[in-house]
């Protein structure tokens, strides 16, 4: 099946800092997502980007979806960015579940 | 809130025993996945609903089975339970090939 890999696999932050997570995906894709898991485990939609870039808040995605990547900048990061970030991804074709990468661990400190 | 509705939040039980699982999706998406978080495995795609119809099968062990009801709801079974089965297990909807909402999961305890 499609390969979804995230780097860094951990990071640690000062708060008000700002960081870049990276996606690299082995086929084409049509749906590419990026979550948050919290503390307590929930799984937190922040985009819905299978090209393009959008932008909420602090947070914004951009994927270019012909060089198989997609990006998470968080910017001016604070302690409840804490948690670990994933990448998912549908492929083109064949099975339409999300593939998920092994996720960027954040830890942002006061 | 995603929408998406999962009980139990958190199940202990001992090896060999069956529980099960429901979800409610989304209003209005006819599609529903589940899949399981383990700490060895990472979040892992077991099996999905489209409409009452099982679609498609992932990594499911035989000992686990899932059905969904007209009105939507599924329940994910898990029968002669394992330590290994403890795990996260996750309930997501969408439209179709679309947005994926997940549920607030439910932490499976095996003793």
């Known amino acids: 099946g499609i390969q979804v890999e995230q780097s860094p696999p951990d990071l640690i932050l000062q708060e008000g800092a700002n960081s870049t997570l990276r996606c690299n995906f082995s086929?084409?894709?049509?749906?590419l997502q990026w979550f948050h898991q919290n503390p307590w485990g929930q799984l937190i939609n922040l985009f819905y980007?299978?090209?393009g870039t959008k932008q909420n808040g602090r947070l914004s995605a951009t994927t270019v979806a012909t060089e198989r990547y997609s990006l998470l900048y968080i910017s001016s990061s604070q302690t409840t960015d804490s948690g670990v970030y994933f990448c998912?991804?549908?492929?083109?074709?064949?099975?339409?579940?999300?593939?998920f990468g092994t996720g960027t661990r954040l830890t942002v400190i006061p | 809130d995603s929408g998406v509705t999962q009980t139990p939040k958190h199940l202990i039980t001992a090896t060999g025993q069956r529980v099960t699982l429901r979800c409610s999706p989304r209003s209005g998406d006819l599609s529903v996945y589940w899949y399981q978080q383990s700490l060895d495995q990472g979040l892992q795609f077991l099996i999905q609903y489209y409409n009452g119809e099982e679609r498609a099968k992932g990594n499911i062990l035989e000992r686990f089975s899932a059905q969904q009801f007209p009105d939507l709801h599924s329940e994910l079974n898990l029968s002669s339970l394992e330590l290994g089965d403890s795990a996260l297990y996750f309930c997501?909807?969408?439209?179709?090939?679309?947005?994926?909402?997940f549920g607030q999961g439910t932490r499976l305890t095996v003793v």
């Open positions: 086929d084409s894709v049509n749906n």
């Open positions: 997501a909807s969408s439209v179709d090939q679309a947005e994926a909402f």
């Open positions: 998912a991804v549908t492929p083109g074709t064949g099975a339409n579940n999300l593939f």
């Open positions: 980007i299978p090209s």
